[in-house]
């Protein structure tokens, strides 16, 4: 019984076939481009951004001082991303069910390549499509929830004209995050134990019971990286972002306003061309701010994923 | 194992090493043509960088003069005005073109380019920008310099505003909300926009022309582009754009003296010829200071210029004579026509044209 086990993990480690070093190699060094690459874009942005720390507030859009002038464009982004994720999770997951358990097969190979296709969109086409189409259209929605819910603080008004504000770019990245989150969900979803979901059929349980009892738990710290991921793609989505949305630089919570919040990249993307000396300093350190966040967001979720892990273990 | 590593880790430091080298070597292109093509010979390549502004214009420009001489290649590359000038003062290119004329800082630092020499500004691009609106059953507007200011700023928030009807008197204008639209990115034409309406309406528009949009009410849109996609999506707003941009937009008409007066290239020109250069230039500068309160009849104060900056000589002969004679074509009626034709800009007026051809003709080559 022992006897083929020994032969890869034993000891006797002398003899490596040359195949074996040449892939740990190259593996080791797939690995350590990543690292690199991560560490210089850190170091530039650093090393670039640093002089706008202590900027005069002409480089600065006129705020008084850095954390002034970036603090709007981190709660734009932040609102952003939330909002889409909020649209977008639910809808992916149940997206990634029908295809991994509910339709039959031919129906979710095609739903499955449609969602895909949303992936291989440039986000260009995404902002066209949302300045020319979707924003006027939603003009009349915006009024109606301004009307009737408007005691929320959230559709206070007065309502965009053209409705380009940030719920509608919001609605934009989620379209642009679901493919991400859709497909990954759906792979988590069909690699779930079928023993489980048949013993759970055979007890009486019901399709939903039996998805939630031996599917969702098994899927869950998937299902999590899934939605980082799409966080990560809302957080720095740039050219549909600068494209639909009214940006003013002020922080509001009202969603269907014609002056909204702009985001972090969007900001870069328009002030870029024309930006000169402590300028262009200025918009790098407001890219550090973004990597940072979204640095720190992907650990947070990580240590959610692994507590929870550990508590269904122990 | 350590063996692999040991390879790898240097490799991989002299490959981002090079790549990095690279990217700053691409960046400086050598604006001199071929030394071995001097002399009379017209051929080579001539680099230019700067407005977007002017980048239809210049398309139109190069095609026509490349197809006069077919040995010379033109590049304009329209990274925007403050990034060509930059590059026009770093040596990287041997023009530039920009919205704004050079500043007394950068008049200073251009000696180092020129070679002792400061570097000039003649106008070569001259577009009136239009108010565009977008309101159902309001085909004709017309606005005084204090309405338009008052609107802009967010102080005039309905449509049917005693101040607005005041302007219009006999319309029917509807209660509804207006909708500012201004750039959200910065640029030439928010700087002459704000520019007209500080001039015009100083007790409304406290603020002084900006390349960035002064206040934080109204929607922001991303480029030409996406201001005139945004008052068409709109009901009932309102924004300015370059003219020949505007599209089947209404176009308001803005008080002139004691007339109303819609955009036009004639009515941009005439302004234009109402203004002067500004003092303190060095001999020859066409910098102006565009009279935006001018009452000549028919003149239109919202225009942009822009400009072609240049050394007065270049100690390449080639280089020198191909900058004059592209430049002395651009100013000529011929290039001023082509980009009215194209761009839908302003033919430079007479006594303008000629003083820019005879500044452009004083470019000396090979000394």
Redesign the interface.
């Known amino acids: 019984m022992a006897l083929p086990l020994s032969v890869s993990f034993g000891p006797a480690r002398r003899a490596r076939p040359r195949g074996d ?1 040449v892939f ?2 190259a593996t ?2 797939a690995g ?2 990543v690292v ?1 690459g991560l560490a ?1 874009v850190a170091v530039f942005l650093t090393v670039q951004g640093i002089p706008a720390l202590s900027a005069p507030g002409s480089a600065l ?1 006129g705020h008084a001082s850095f954390a002034a002038y970036v603090w709007p464009l981190v709660f734009g982004t932040v609102l952003a991303s939330v909002l889409a994720l909020g649209m977008a999770t639910p809808l992916a997951l149940g997206t990634a069910l029908v295809i991994s358990h509910y339709a039959p097969r031919r129906v979710a190979a095609m739903l499955g390549y449609v969602v895909d296709l949303l992936a291989a969109i440039p986000s260009v086409v995404y902002g066209l499509w949302g ?2 189409f979707l ?2 259209r939603l ?1 009349p929605a915006y009024a109606w929830l301004s009307t009737h819910v408007g005691w929320l603080p959230f559709f206070a008004g ?1 309502v ?5 504000t940030i719920l509608t770019a919001a609605i934009v990245l989620s379209l642009m995050v679901l493919p991400i989150i859709t497909a990954i969900s759906r792979e988590v979803f069909a690699q779930a134990p079928r023993l489980h979901q048949e013993a759970a059929l055979a007890l009486g349980a019901t399709r939903w019971e039996a998805i939630r009892m031996a599917v969702l738990p098994y899927a869950r710290s998937g299902v999590v990286s899934a939605v980082m991921l799409g966080l990560g793609r809302a957080l720095g989505e740039t050219m549909a972002v ?2 639909v949305l ?5 922080v509001t919570f009202d969603l269907v306003g ?2 909204n919040p ?1 985001t972090i990249a969007a900001n870069i993307a ?2 870029f ?4 000396g402590l300028g262009v300093n200025a918009l790098v350190a407001s890219g550090l701010v973004l990597f940072v966040l979204t640095f720190v967001v992907n650990l947070a979720a990580r240590a959610i994923v692994a507590r929870s892990m550990r508590k269904e273990q122990g | ?1 350590n063996a ?2 040991t ?3 240097p490799a ?1 430091a002299a490959a ?1 090493g090079l790549a990095l080298i690279g990217c700053g070597a691409a960046n400086e292109t050598p604006a001199n043509a071929d030394p071995t093509h001097g002399g009379s010979a017209l051929s080579g390549t001539l680099d230019g960088a700067g407005s ?1 502004a002017q980048q239809a214009a210049q398309a139109a420009w190069q095609a026509h003069f490349q197809s006069a001489h077919p040995g010379v290649t033109v590049n304009y590359d329209p ?5 060509g000038v ?1 590059q026009f003062l770093s040596g990287g290119v041997a023009f530039a073109g920009s919205d704004k004329y050079l500043t007394a800082d950068q008049l200073t630092a251009s000696k180092k380019t020129c070679h002792g020499a400061t570097a000039f500004d003649v106008p070569d691009y001259v577009s009136p920008i239009a108010i565009a609106y977008h309101l159902d059953g309001v085909d004709h507007l017309k606005l005084s310099p204090k309405t338009a200011a008052g609107i802009f700023a967010g102080t005039i928030t309905k449509w049917n505003d005693p101040a607005i009807q005041a302007d219009n008197p006999g319309a029917r204008l509807p209660s509804s ?1 207006i ?1 500012p ?1 201004h750039r ?4 030439g034409t928010t700087n002459n926009f704000t520019d007209y309406l500080h001039q015009t309406a100083p007790s409304v528009w406290t603020d002084p022309a900006a ?2 949009w002064p206040y ?7 480029g030409t582009s ?1 201001v005139v ?2 008052i068409k ?5 309102i924004g300015y754009a370059d003219r020949s941009q505007v599209g089947a937009l209404s176009v308001a008409s803005v008080k002139v003296g004691s007339r109303y007066v819609a955009p036009s290239p004639t009515g941009a020109a005439k302004a234009l010829a109402d203004s002067s250069t500004t003092a303190g230039r060095p001999a020859g500068d066409l910098a102006i200071q565009v009279n935006r309160t001018t009452t000549s009849p028919g003149a239109y104060p919202i225009l942009l210029v822009s400009y072609l900056i240049a050394c007065p000589s270049y100690p390449d002969s080639a280089t020198g004579t191909l900058v004059k004679t592209y430049l002395g074509y651009v100013v000529s009626g011929a290039g001023q026509q082509a980009a009215a034709q194209t761009a839908g800009s302003a033919p430079l007026p007479g006594t303008l044209a000629s003083k820019a051809a005879s500044k452009v003709q004083s470019i000396g080559a090979g000394h």
């Open positions: 070093r740990s190699g080791r060094a350590l481009v690199l210089g859009g300045i020319g924003s006027g003009v007065p965009s004209a053209t409705g380009r600068a494209m009214s940006a003013s630089g002020v014609t002056t702009s328009l002030n061309p024309e930006a000169t | 194992m692999t590593s390879l790898v880790l991989l981002l977007s990274v925007g005005s403050g990034a930059d909300r909708t639209v959200s990115d910065d640029s390349e960035t934080k009410s109204g929607e922001a849109a991303q996406g996609a945004a999506s709109g009901n009932g707003t």
